[in-house]
């Protein structure tokens, strides 16, 4: 019997981690599962010194930058934890793989053009981070529902 390779969509949000733990519980430690981060990446913006910045963000960007290294630093604790639930469910370290990618087209875009690489499932938890922007933009899993074509999706509620 073929494994099944799994895509789990992750951040550090519970809801990412609820997913994980469904799987960790549901799915046989045989299949080979990828923690999938896209990180949106703001980083840039700590680098710049360009005379037209607003100088309100100017004065503010030392601040900003510390915030981002901060949720960098989240994401990648976050990951840490996903990965020993994991363990602890008997998946091996052969089975379990991470990967971060910077934003390209959108973070549910990006997510589906990682699940085209020979995926047979998407694991996403329902909610984003931000009810607000779930409410104006759609939330990620939704537009990952929605935009899934060749691949079943499992929605963690």
């Not at 503010?60 to 630093?73: D, P």
């Amino acid at each position: 019997m073929e494994k099944s390779n799994i895509l789990i969509a992750f951040d550090d949000s519970e809801n990412a981690m609820r997913a994980v733990r469904y799987v960790a519980r549901w799915f046989s430690p045989r299949c080979r599962l990828t923690l999938f981060n896209v990180i949106i990446d703001t980083a840039a913006l700590c680098d710049m010194d360009s005379p037209e910045l607003v100088p309100l963000f100017k004065s503010r960007q030392s601040q900003f930058c510390t915030l981002e290294n901060k949720k960098r630093e989240l994401v990648n604790n976050a990951i840490g934890q996903a990965v020993e639930v994991l363990k602890e469910a008997g998946f091996g370290d052969e089975n379990i793989k991470i990967k971060q990618q910077a934003k390209e087209k959108g973070v549910a875009r990006d997510i589906l053009a990682e699940a085209s690489r020979g995926y047979d499932l998407i694991v996403i938890g329902r909610h984003g981070v931000s009810a607000v922007r779930d409410f104006f933009l759609g939330s990620t899993s939704h537009k990952v529902f929605s935009g899934a074509r060749d691949i079943s999706v499992l929605i963690v509620n």
